[in-house]
């Protein structure tokens, strides 16, 4: 257990439906990372913040997605109108914003759309 | 961007051998990381490094900043290492990770 939850852990839905999940870091960490991973590849970067700014979103997260760190600590991702390529891992991790930065993992979201 | 490589994609071997998976990179990087990653998708940070070794138990890392190129390797391996190992790198003034595409490993008893 890193410290990073993820919830939920498995979330089946229907095409055409939204989804929210959630990721709580490590409580001093002040940047937060969303990544997504598809079946036999590596993850990829889709955004991160620092504290609640969003500082870097990928030509990944389209328009359906949205990302939000309200007050700096937990942060939601929600996929709107879902489609089945977006059936995949989504994983969280957090940092400390120092020169050493290490990134801590959740145990992630699959997401299956049917 | 950076093109990140690994070698082998499928390595499998008895138990007690030696173990090698390679990685190399297409653009200069201020961290690579070394990731594992057991079935359910959980990822767990191995080993975080910007140049030389770093060893942990069974594990050591080698970065060669020069040719752009590391190397995670484990000692007397064992069954319970079997899982997906990940090489991941932070570019120069860009905070995300570019991941590849991982190697599967899988140790026989």
């Known amino acids: 257990d890193t410290g990073v939850s993820q919830n939920p852990r498995h979330k089946i839905t229907k095409r055409g439906q939204n989804v929210t999940f959630r990721c709580d870091p490590i409580?001093?960490?002040?940047?937060l990372y969303w990544y997504r991973q598809t079946l036999g590849q590596g993850p990829e970067f889709l955004t991160y913040?620092?504290?609640?700014?969003?500082?870097?979103k990928s030509r990944l997260l389209s328009d359906r997605f949205s990302a939000e760190r309200p007050k700096g600590s937990f942060s939601t991702l929600e996929i709107q109108r879902t489609e089945q390529g977006d059936s995949a891992m989504y994983l969280c991790?957090?940092?400390?914003?120092?020169?050493?930065?290490?990134?801590?993992f959740g145990p992630g979201t699959r997401l299956t759309v049917l | 961007k950076n093109e990140v490589e690994q070698s082998p994609q499928n390595l499998t071997a008895q138990e007690g051998e030696f173990i090698t998976i390679n990685c190399s990179y297409s653009?200069?990087?201020?961290?690579l990381h070394w990731l594992q990653q057991h079935p359910g998708g959980g990822i767990v940070s191995l080993f975080m490094?910007?140049?030389g070794k770093k060893k942990h138990g069974r594990l050591i890392a080698t970065i060669n900043i020069q040719e752009k190129h590391s190397s995670l390797h484990i000692t007397a391996s064992h069954p319970r290492d079997s899982a997906v190992y990940i090489c991941a790198v932070r570019n120069f003034g860009n905070e995300k990770l570019t991941f590849g595409t991982g190697t599967r490993l899988t140790i026989i008893p």
């Open positions: 653009v200069g990087i201020s961290a």
């Open positions: 913040f620092q504290n609640e700014a969003q500082l870097e």
């Open positions: 409580s001093e960490h002040n940047r």
């Open positions: 991790a957090s940092s400390l914003r120092t020169g050493y930065n290490e990134q801590f």
């Open positions: 490094l910007s140049s």
